[in-house]
């Protein structure tokens, strides 16, 4: 006869008697027991009896539901995802003891998860002056730079912003859609306006005359993508809050571009909800047209949420993206799959995210190895901004998405690419492939070897020693 589960739920019973602003003692009092038990259960030194689950969900109005799945599972993911490290790899850690320290010591789990946060932003931080160091601009500020680290260091993944917006989109399920729930909710009347009006506005909130204005050169997908991001803005606020208080920045542009990333990631999570986006990518095996066509969305937004489906326990494709203009200048980039990005000089020309331009609006997949042997699988299109008029400026852009080698195969674009991978370097200056002609520079700590006798092929020429 199987034993009945238990259930420990002490991170989350204290989060509920903070939230409603009680004491152990007034807790304990509502639910006629003792301030002592009560402290044991938050401690996870006592599991959630049927009973006291009971007398919590008829006094406080709880989802009995939502508080039994609060068993330290999620956290017990996390501490397992972050286990996984190299620099762990040579010490036992059995799933079973990770388990155990997140259920009956969660406070300590909770600490081992922020210093490792930390740590990471940090690894990020000190690779980034090296650089700077090397192009003579250490010591400058780099807002840019602060907020891709706090993503990178989280892996683009905030799961408290996912469950938020899945509730959220219930909610807009049920009012209609995101125009009627900005009417309904806060008064507002969505109004679509000429671009010269918007006055180099895309969204703009006006609370005077109770209006959401939007320029009427947007597209569908980009309107309810601003629509998603007002509402981020008026209703996830303190959870963005709590995301960024989280971590400390340099400056306050660090900042601002970090809460728009985050703004920007609500707004896809609303539109893309996690459980039922992430349900329909393994279906489509990642077909990121077929996704757009499903949930509204443009190209972008869609491959750019898919870099995002990392909730723990319930992970799918790691995938890295980057965005590049036509002069190589990356305007996004992100990373869950371990890719190393170039943190100065140019990207290598021979990956596909630098041609695709001269095949605009086409998918080009490749394979590609670096020279260390790791290999990546690439899909590379263009990307149109502006626009929706005649003579109106548009910006072309191309984005790659890709993943590890292993996970290449759910993906239906590799079923018709031959695995022959084309060889890249992350960047010329670390590069040491000497006989790649479409080299830019040399590589850093290669001596160059003298052309008065002897002229190489290759840009470059490098001795043997």
């Keep these: 006869m199987m034993t009945p589960r238990r259930l420990f739920v002490g991170p989350s019973l204290r989060r509920i008697r903070r939230d409603l602003g009680l004491t152990q003692a007034d807790m304990a009092a509502d639910l006629e027991v003792s301030a002592s038990y009560i402290a044991l259960l938050e401690r996870n030194h006592r599991p959630l009896t049927a009973d006291i689950l009971l007398r919590l969900a008829q006094t406080y109005k709880i989802d009995m539901a939502a508080l039994a799945r609060s068993d330290g599972s999620e956290i017990t993911a996390r501490l397992h995802g972050v286990l996984k490290d190299p620099m762990?790899?040579?010490?036992?850690?059995?799933?079973?003891?990770?388990?155990?320290?997140?259920?009956?010591?969660?406070?300590?789990?909770?600490?081992?998860?922020?210093?490792?946060?930390?740590?990471?932003?940090?690894?990020?931080?000190?690779?980034?002056?090296?650089?700077?160091?090397?192009?003579?601009?250490?010591?400058?500020?780099?807002?840019?730079?602060?907020?891709?680290?706090?993503?990178?260091?989280?892996?683009?993944?905030?799961?408290?912003?996912?469950?938020?917006?899945?509730?959220?989109?219930?909610?807009?399920?049920?009012?209609?859609?995101?125009?009627?729930?900005?009417?309904?909710?806060?008064?507002?009347?969505?109004?679509?306006?000429?671009?010269?009006?918007?006055?180099?506005?895309?969204?703009?909130?006006?609370?005077?005359?109770?209006?959401?204005?939007?320029?009427?050169?947007?597209?569908?997908?980009?309107?309810?993508?601003?629509?998603?991001?007002?509402?981020?803005?008026?209703?996830?606020?303190?959870?963005?809050?709590?995301?960024?208080?989280?971590?400390?920045?340099?400056?306050?542009?660090?900042?601002?571009?970090?809460?728009?990333?985050l703004a920007s990631y609500a707004a896809a999570a609303i539109v893309m909800p996690y459980g039922a986006f992430a349900r329909a990518a393994e279906a489509k095996r990642y077909d990121i047209e077929a996704l757009a066509r499903q949930f509204g969305t443009s190209f972008e937004q869609t491959a750019h949420r898919l870099t995002t489906l990392q909730k723990p326990g319930s992970e799918r494709v790691p995938f890295f993206f980057i965005r590049v203009d036509p002069a190589g200048n990356v305007s996004k980039r992100l990373d869950g799959a371990g890719f190393p990005f170039a943190r100065h000089g140019g990207g290598c020309p021979l990956w596909s995210v630098h041609s695709a331009f001269r095949t605009p609006r086409e998918i080009v997949t490749q394979w590609l190895e670096l020279p260390d042997g790791q290999r990546f699988f690439s899909i590379a299109r263009t990307v149109t901004a502006g626009g929706g008029g005649f003579g109106a400026p548009r910006v072309e852009r191309a984005i790659a998405l890709g993943c590890a080698a292993e996970h290449a195969g759910r993906l239906v674009y590799a079923d018709a690419t031959p695995p022959a991978p084309t060889p890249i370097g992350v960047t010329c200056r670390l590069c040491h492939r000497t006989e790649c002609t479409a080299r830019s520079a040399p590589p850093i700590g290669r001596q160059i070897l003298a052309d008065d006798i002897r002229r190489t092929s290759a840009p470059f020429g490098f001795t043997d020693t």
């Design 88 to 261: 762990f790899a040579d010490i036992d850690l059995p799933p079973l003891e990770n388990a155990d320290l997140a259920t009956n010591f969660p406070g300590v789990t909770e600490a081992l998860l922020r210093l490792y946060t930390a740590y990471q932003e940090e690894h990020l931080a000190l690779a980034d002056r090296g650089v700077e160091a090397l192009d003579g601009d250490e010591g400058a500020p780099d807002p840019v730079g602060e907020a891709r680290r706090f993503l990178a260091a989280r892996r683009n993944s905030f799961p408290t912003l996912d469950d938020a917006a899945e509730r959220l989109g219930q909610t807009l399920t049920d009012e209609g859609g995101l125009a009627k729930h900005l009417l309904t909710r806060h008064g507002l009347t969505v109004r679509r306006l000429p671009t010269d009006v918007m006055v180099g506005s895309v969204r703009r909130l006006d609370l005077h005359r109770k209006q959401l204005l939007l320029d009427d050169a947007l597209d569908a997908a980009s309107r309810t993508f601003q629509m998603a991001q007002q509402v981020a803005h008026l209703e996830m606020a303190d959870v963005m809050d709590a995301v960024v208080a989280s971590a400390t920045f340099a400056t306050d542009s660090g900042e601002r571009l970090t809460r728009r990333a």
